[in-house]
């Protein structure tokens, strides 16, 4: 039994996404798309993502599980968590999507967690991820990786300079 007081006073973190229908932001897709006709435009895209929302799905995982002497599973118990895919390389990678549509796409079961594209980001750091992958199941699949990850999830301004795109980190 729950002790009813062990709750006492907590409260549920607000969505930073109240209103969110799970559509794709028109501006992440226009950049997506120019990106898929000229690969060129990277910066575009992560120009975007900064201040774009993700969905980042989370699955039930099986903990553990006890079974009678008929071998029958009793008392499961399961866990829930974020999704990370390897690479043929063997690294890591959180997923993320653009939209519910692009992520029952991929697998209808898991559950949309909506988080601004840096937190996305930042977590893939904090899972030891080497990229961020968007919309793995199309239409058009984005990796973040390498120092744009760094730069999307610490938040930081996209410049470019002589044709060339980086990160600009803030004086401390």
């Known amino acids: ?17 109240p209103d969110d229908d799970g559509s794709q932001d028109p501006e992440l897709v226009a950049a997506l798309e120019a990106w898929r006709a000229d690969r ?4 575009d895209v992560l120009r975007a993502l900064a201040s ?3 969905l980042v799905p989370v699955v039930a995982l099986l903990g553990e ?18 999704v990370l895919m390897q690479g043929r390389d063997g690294r890591m990678a959180l997923l993320a999507f653009t939209g519910t549509a692009q992520l029952d796409a991929w697998n209808p079961q898991a ?7 840096a937190v996305a980001a930042q977590s893939a750091i904090q899972d030891e991820a080497a990229a961020l992958v968007i919309d793995v199941a199309g239409p058009t699949t ?3 990786g390498a120092d744009d990850l ?5 938040g930081w301004e996209l410049v470019e300079v002589d044709g060339q795109s980086g990160w600009l980190k803030p004086a401390e």
């Open 111 to 117: 559950r949309p967690v909506a988080v601004p594209a």
């Open 52 to 54: 774009s929302r993700l």
């Open 150 to 154: 760094v730069g999307l999830a610490a």
């Open 65 to 82: 599980v006890e079974y009678d002497e008929r071998g029958l599973a009793h008392d499961k118990s399961s866990d829930m968590a974020a």
């Open 40 to 43: 060129s435009r990277s910066a």
């Open 142 to 144: 984005f990796v973040v």
């Open 1 to 17: 039994m729950v002790n009813p007081d062990r709750f006492a006073g907590a409260q549920l973190q607000a969505s930073a996404f």
